[in-house]
């Protein structure tokens, strides 16, 4: 039988603030709009001051709704702004470097792409969060791999550390991943871009949390 899903929201900033004040106040209506477990601050070919003034408005609002707060990439400046932690990728700083810098409490997500083998590692290291992807063409980045829905079923049935899925996920294709075990979908443009007529980020927030509380998880089989 199909059992609950404990799936939650993950946002994914987009790639470039050119108006700080004004995607905060959008930030906040979107945090406002439903339940939003993680933010992660992703801006791409930007001078660090960028990063650290976008992460110094932010993190305030973040937290005054009870959201974790994650810088992309970059361990050093998620240590300077006080962050909660850090997303890193396989050609980042390693596992063991962000830990040493961020300390045992901080959260350090790790970029699996579509591998098991860079999974296992990760959570053997004692990555928080393992993250698969992607599993929809996205204009967000330029995605490396193709993830299936199987490798979420297959995480979630025999490992204790959460997964992420990441990659082109919006309101019309989520349910999947949430019926395949994903304990959190990472969204970026499918908030940020939902269109301003149909009620904006916030709506997109709302709808999202709608599909994962109507989706239960019935986990797909894998090959062992």
Not at 5 to 16: D, E, K, M, V, W
Not at 79 to 107: C, F, M, N, T
Not at 149 to 177: D, H, K, M, R, Y
């Amino acid at each position: 039988m199909p059992s609950a899903s404990n799936c939650r929201l993950y946002l994914i900033t987009p790639p470039r603030l050119d108006d700080v004040a004004a995607f905060s106040r959008v930030f906040e209506a979107a945090l406002k709009a439903g339940d939003v477990a993680c933010v992660q601050l992703r801006l791409k070919d930007v001078p660090d001051d960028e990063v650290i003034e976008a992460a110094t408005a932010l993190i305030p609002i973040a937290h005054d709704y009870d959201v974790a707060f994650l810088i992309n990439d970059r361990p050093d400046i998620a240590k300077k702004v006080g962050a909660d932690g850090v997303h890193i990728g396989q050609d980042d700083a390693p596992y063991s470097e962000a830990r040493k810098l961020l300390g045992p409490d901080a959260i350090i997500g790790v970029t699996c792409h579509d591998s098991r083998h860079l999974a296992m590692k990760a959570g053997e290291q004692g990555a928080d969060y393992v993250a698969f992807g992607a599993f929809y063409d996205t204009a967000t980045k330029q995605a490396p791999t193709r993830a299936t829905p199987e490798i979420l079923s297959w995480w979630q049935q025999l490992f204790e550390v959460p997964c992420v899925a990441i990659g082109g996920i919006n309101v019309e294709n989520a349910a999947p991943l949430v019926a395949a075990g994903a304990d959190f979908l990472a969204v970026s443009s499918g908030v940020w871009s939902y269109p301003s007529d149909e009620g904006g980020p916030a709506q997109a927030v709302k709808a999202i949390n709608e599909v994962i509380a109507a989706t239960p998880m019935s986990l797909l089989e894998f090959d062992a």
